[in-house]
């Protein structure tokens, strides 16, 4: 999935910049908590990795972007229904980390 945003193409480059690290929970949550800065305009300290993404006032093009990087960086296909599944950073992360580490 590739977007034209072009926060979703700087997250992009760092996602590849991080590829050669180990997708752990913390390295996936920390990837989303950058993102989510990034795309609100606020210092990655306000990131509440405990906080539900509506309550980040994401709209559905901004969850769709959010998971076609994920997608990209991860090089799995997801569902951009993972918000209502796992609706914080940290669940998410925890998550996709399994996700990545199945064979």
């Known amino acids: ?3 034209s945003n072009p926060k979703s193409i700087q997250m992009s480059e760092n996602a590849a910049q991080a590829s050669s ?3 752990t929970a913390a390295s996936i949550q920390a990837w989303i908590a950058s993102y989510i800065a ?3 305009d606020i210092p990655l300290q306000n990131v509440d990795m405990q906080m539900s993404f509506d309550r980040y006032g994401l709209d559905s093009s901004a969850v769709v972007s959010l998971i076609g990087d994920l997608e990209h ?3 799995i296909d997801l569902s951009p ?3 209502f599944d796992y609706p914080t950073i940290e669940s998410l ?3 996709l980390a399994k996700e990545v580490a199945k064979p």
């Open 81 to 83: 229904a993972l918000v």
């Open 1 to 3: 999935m590739t977007t």
């Open 38 to 40: 990034q795309l609100l």
């Open 73 to 75: 960086w991860l090089k």
């Open 21 to 23: 690290e180990p997708l």
């Open 93 to 95: 992360a925890q998550h």
